[in-house]
């Protein structure tokens, strides 16, 4: 029942919970501690990026969905053990 109160996601909202159902589910395919590093990074970006940008600005979304689909396509390799930390933006004050 409650669900068919909840509001629809619009296509964009799919993409950017799918993007982080990915490096959620690539990240449990990593060690232990990486995979604890990696989820940390996400959520972090995530939430960042959900409380700083304007949901109207699809421009500056839709780049941060190409980026991240790099970054989970580089983090599914192989010989890729941890997401690097350089990828999250820090802002002065954060540092």
Known sequence: MGASRAQKLSGI???VLSLYRG???TARSKTPEN???IESLVSAE???NAQSIDRKNFLHIEYL???GKKQL???KTV???RL???NVELSDNQI
């Open 13 to 15: 909202q799919k993409q």
């Open 23 to 25: 490096f959620l589910r």
């Open 35 to 37: 995979q604890a590093h």
């Open 46 to 48: 995530f939430r960042k």
């Open 65 to 67: 969905l190409r980026r």
């Open 73 to 75: 396509d580089q983090l």
């Open 79 to 81: 010989d890729s053990v």
């Open 84 to 86: 690097s930390s350089s």
